[in-house]
């Protein structure tokens, strides 16, 4: 799992008004994404809408063409957990050309759920939101003027009171931008508010971020989430240090939607059993 989807997912559970958006809903409680007797059990995202309805969104960042199997299965699972199908969205943040089909072949043709391009959403509501993640998010959208979209995301996040929350939506922002060859535009906006020097400059971010763009997704992944325990629990000690170098990728990804569920940090990265 890359470094983009982590954050991806977290941004999405905290936002409203993009799946407001693009389905009509809100999502008021977020489920358990392990599903039963599945050969992929995991979801990126289920949720509960407000009107009691389903919803379920997976992230592509690749042309799966294998997707629509995959949906399906999901589908099922999610009927025999919860005793209803979900609404289902596949939100596709890739570079290319989008070429997943939509729905499965004959004879089951009938099957579908919603594909959607995230580069031809209109971003302008997004990035009206006061919400921060909305705003972050906007940077996968369709944007009249990305400089001028980019320079507003980096202030409102410089607006923000927290700094911890502040760090972390300025390193979502980084992530996202990747997917969009805008990281350098949103690293020089950043440069211009004294707020973001530290996180820049200092080994807290700057040097994590630019390592990890360097020695591939799976480090920076890690260097990214090593410095969002830091600012859940403090600094890691040489224990958790360890066991978090011996996660694979997938455990990395699981790690980082567990990250704001979890109390301690024993709970986060408990041992491995021999």
């Known amino acids: 799992m890359q470094t983009f989807d982590v954050v991806l997912k977290l941004l999405l559970q ?8 693009l389905a009509g809903v809100t999502v008021v409680d977020w489920l358990p994404n392990e599903l039963p007797r599945m050969q992929n059990p995991r979801l990126d995202l289920l949720g509960r809408a ?18 629509p199997l995959r949906m399906a299965e999901y589908s099922l699972g999610a009927y025999r957990q919860y005793g209803q199908f979900p609404l289902q969205l596949v939100l596709y943040v890739g570079r290319r050309r989008l070429r997943m089909p939509q729905r499965l072949p004959e004879p089951f043709e009938s099957f579908r759920y919603t594909l959607i391009d995230l580069r031809e ?37 410089a607006e923000e009171q927290n700094p911890e929350q502040r760090s972390f939506y300025l ?16 690293e020089e906006e950043a ?27 799976q480090e920076g992944e890690r260097a990214l989430l090593r410095r969002m325990i ?37 709970e986060l990265l408990p041992e491995r059993s021999s």
């Open 191 to 217: 440069k211009k508010v004294p707020v973001f020097y530290d996180i820049l400059e200092n080994k807290v971010l700057g040097r994590e971020y630019k390592r990890g763009r360097q020695e591939g997704w």
């Open 230 to 266: 830091e600012k859940r629990f403090g600094s890691v000690p040489e224990w958790a240090s360890q066991r978090l170098d011996q996660l694979s990728e997938p455990e990395l990804g699981d790690l980082g939607l567990r990250l704001f569920d979890v109390q301690t940090l024993e």
């Open 50 to 67: 407000s009107n009691g309805r389903l919803v379920q969104m997976e992230c592509q960042s690749t042309n799966d063409l294998l997707i």
């Open 121 to 157: 959403i209109d971003g302008a509501p997004l990035l009206a939101s006061a919400e921060p993640s909305d705003n972050v998010l906007s940077i996968l959208t369709r944007l009249s003027n990305r400089r001028r979209a980019v320079k507003q995301i980096v202030s409102k996040i």
């Open 14 to 21: 905290r936002s409203q008004q993009i799946l407001l958006q």
């Open 171 to 186: 390193e979502a922002l980084l992530v996202l931008a990747g997917l969009r060859n805008l990281e350098e535009q949103v």
